[in-house]
């Protein structure tokens, strides 16, 4: 089991550009959930699919952020455009079931916009 | 706002020693986990704690539950420098899918 795969693991991107993170979730997990990771916010949930279905989008901070689930086995998380105070490490995580199921992360996607 | 609040932020100890974290929560829960996190990587789940259980452990580590003081307490004994990592506590706020993590607390183990 090749666990949760993010790419890229660096990003770093001028303003106003578009940026695509990738995840791909372990195989057979229903669950798959988008975090951003600051110093000064911690662990932020933004969004989070069952069955690639969003189900609770409310963290997502803006309209310039979007999320799809298009299969069982691929997610994309977009930012469109891109400001500096998006700079922050974004984490995919996947798990079998609902909050009782212990989440299996990706090593996450380093975003520096400048 | 945080539904769990890690504390202390920062703990450092020597090889050998025992270390406790603490975790507060706000709202009712159906479980409670524990994750660390090295520098530069994902989340790895440590331990769950059901609402109905007190106390679980698992090798090295030892978590307690206290639902009536909304609030967790995670001890690794024995410490070692690979313990050096920052630690989470995340709930399901009011039984709900989605998982809620505190701001963590960094331990250093210092050999």
């Known amino acids: 089991d090749a666990g949760v795969i993010q790419s890229p693991r660096h990003e770093v991107t001028e303003m106003g550009q578009e940026v695509t993170l990738r995840c791909k979730p372990i195989?057979?997990?229903?669950?798959l959930f988008w975090y951003r990771q600051t110093m000064m916010r911690g662990l932020e949930l933004l969004i989070y699919f069952n069955n690639n279905v969003p189900i609770d989008d409310s963290g997502m901070p803006e309209d310039r952020f979007s999320a799809k689930m298009p299969n069982a086995s691929f997610s994309t998380l977009k930012i469109q455009p891109s400001e500096p105070r998006d700079s922050a490490v974004y984490f995919c995580?996947?798990?079998?079931?609902?909050?009782?199921?212990?989440?299996?992360f990706g090593n996450g996607t380093r975003l520096t916009v400048t | 706002s945080q539904q769990g609040e890690e504390d202390p932020q920062a703990l450092s100890i020597q090889e050998g020693e025992n270390a406790t974290m603490n975790c507060s929560y706000k709202?009712?829960?159906?479980?409670l986990q524990w994750y660390r996190q090295n520098s530069g990587r994902g989340l790895v789940h440590l331990i769950l704690?059901?609402?109905?259980?007190r106390e679980k452990h698992s090798g090295r580590l030892r978590v307690t539950l206290d639902t009536s003081k909304k609030s967790s307490s995670l001890l690794i004994t024995a410490s070692r420098a690979a313990d050096t990592a920052s630690y989470f506590c995340a709930t399901d706020p009011g039984g709900s899918e989605k998982l809620v993590f505190g701001k963590g607390t960094k331990l250093t183990v210092n050999p």
């Open positions: 995580a996947s798990s079998f079931a609902r909050g009782s199921s212990p989440l299996h």
């Open positions: 704690i059901r609402s109905n259980e």
């Open positions: 195989s057979g997990h229903d669950y």
């Open positions: 709202t009712s829960i159906n479980n």
